[in-house]
């Protein structure tokens, strides 16, 4: 009787931890693509692969924290992140592979006024695509592919 009533209080306690513990800042993205904004932030919980085209998007006003992890594209012409709208903030990052015609590590679109900090795009077709005005990149880098910025 004793040994039960502990192995409920022990797997109660498990539960409660475990309920406590905050959802990944991603999803699984197998079919569809991650999606942010607008408004509010968010912080990458892990490297981002197999996901279509666009693999995230973000919706400004928002903030994306990739917090040294990677966006990976699987698939030929296809974007690593879009951002949309105005007034994106990317950050702290690696966005690699996104190879073919059309693609690009990073896609700057909407209406502009996005920032992008100590973000890399490696080995893209186009490292960062500026496609709106008014946007700042800092201390950004674009290194083994075909076009960086």
């Known amino acids: 009787m004793k ?7 022990v797997v109660g306690f498990f539960a409660l931890a475990l309920a406590g513990m905050p959802a990944p800042a991603e999803a699984d ?5 991650i999606t942010y904004g607008p408004g509010g932030s968010a912080v990458l919980g892990s ?32 974007t690593g992140i879009k951002l949309v709208g105005t007034g994106v903030i990317l950050k702290n990052g ?20 996005h920032q992008v900090l100590n973000v890399v795009a490696k080995h893209n077709t186009t490292g960062f ?21």
């Open 29 to 33: 993205c197998l079919d569809s693509s």
């Open 47 to 78: 490297d981002i692969t197999s996901c279509p085209d666009p693999a995230i998007q973000v919706t400004g006003p928002f903030t994306l924290d990739m917090a040294g992890h990677f966006v990976a594209c699987t698939d030929s012409g296809q």
């Open 129 to 149: 695509k500026v496609e709106s005005s008014n946007n700042k990149l800092t201390n950004d880098s674009a290194f083994d592919g075909v076009t960086g910025f």
């Open 94 to 113: 690696l966005v690699k592979d996104c190879l073919g015609s059309g693609s690009a590590g990073v896609a700057l679109a909407g209406t502009g006024s």
């Open 3 to 9: 040994a039960a009533a502990m192995t409920v209080l």
